[in-house]
């Protein structure tokens, strides 16, 4: 390989790498304050309600999108743009934040609502989650794919250990 031929393979590692760490930082930090906002709720709701039926209740509308929809889920990725699917997922779960936020500003949120957006949060990373899982083969190359997919796993295993504590801490 000649000099400039090493420079040129060098600058393609690079331009993947810092594609593939723009798009995984953003994703994970999307993910990982999404996860902590749902769990705040669920404890807000537990914390308000002092029932396990509202807890359970509420757990089970942020789980249940997961449950139900994801065995379906990736035929509709592989027919959408998935540059598409990442954005509306985060504009979806950050305009039903922000909907949340104004309407507690007035006072107690209602239960219904509360809900809805654990529903809409999880609908979203039901969707986010295996969008950019199918992405990561395509920016990286081919001998890095297992390593970069268990750093992934990894980064999402330790945001479900770690998210429901902050969110408690964060509620509070």
């Known amino acids: 390989m000649t000099e400039n031929n090493k420079i040129s393979h060098l600058n393609g590692i ?4 810092r594609n593939f760490y723009i798009l995984f930082t953003g994703q994970q930090l999307s993910t990982f304050t999404s996860m902590i906002v749902q769990y705040s709720l669920i404890w807000y709701l537990t914390d308000k309600s002092k029932s396990p039926t509202i807890l359970a209740i509420s757990t089970i509308m942020a789980f249940l999108p997961g449950i139900f929809i994801s065995p379906f889920i990736g035929p509709l990725i592989d027919k959408i743009n998935k540059k598409i699917l990442l954005i509306a997922s985060d504009w979806i779960v950050a305009f039903s934040a922000i909907i949340l936020a104004l309407i507690g500003q ?20 039901t969707v986010q989650t295996p969008t950019t899982q199918s992405i990561i ?3 990286v190359p081919e001998d890095f794919v297992p390593k970069v997919g268990g750093l992934n796993g990894a980064f999402n295993s330790a945001s479900m250990l770690v998210t429901p504590a902050i969110g408690a801490f964060f509620m509070e």
């Open 14 to 17: 690079d331009s993947w790498k």
């Open 106 to 125: 007035g006072g107690n949120l209602p239960f219904w609502m509360i809900c809805l957006a654990l529903f809409i949060r999880s609908l979203a990373g």
């Open 137 to 139: 083969p395509t920016l």
